[in-house]
Nanobody, 120 residues
Framework: QVQLVESGGGLVQAGGSLRLSCAAS????????MGWYRQAPGKQRELVASVTNRGSTNYADSVKGRFTISRDNAKNKVYLQMNSLKPEDTAVYYCNRVSVSRRPTDFDSWGQGTQVTVSS
């Protein structure tokens, strides 16, 4: 069974930076596309960044140019570097695999997430 442990969140002022980390186990990590998702209060979980098993990346328009996703297959980890943070980036951030449909609802198993709070 997949286990996902996210870390690195915190409270930061607008314009600041954070680096999130996710450790995955229970899967053959290197064959999966991985992504970072976020869920703000009262909103649905959304995919904000993804990286294929070959390293190709994709970003939601809302974070393009500010966030960078990367992965280390040797360590079974995926990272999200977040720069120029905005208050609207405030959410709980989760990592998980990315399905062909790219829908978060395709997965039942999630980690605890890590809270990111951006103050104005």
């Amino acid at each position: 069974q997949v286990q996902l442990v996210e870390s690195g969140g915190g409270l930061v002022q607008a314009g600041g930076s954070l680096r999130l980390s996710c450790a995955a186990s229970g899967i053959i990590f290197s064959i999966y596309a991985m992504g970072w998702y976020r869920q703000a209060p009262g909103k649905q979980r959304e995919l904000v960044a993804s990286v294929t098993n070959r390293g190709s990346t994709n970003y939601a328009d809302s974070v393009k140019g500010r966030f960078t996703i990367s992965r280390d297959n040797a360590k079974n980890k995926v990272y999200l570097q977040m720069n120029s943070l905005k208050p609207e980036d405030t959410a709980v951030y989760y990592c998980n695999r990315v399905s062909v449909s790219r829908r978060p609802t395709d997965f039942d198993s999630w980690g605890q997430g890590t809270q990111v709070t951006v103050s104005s």
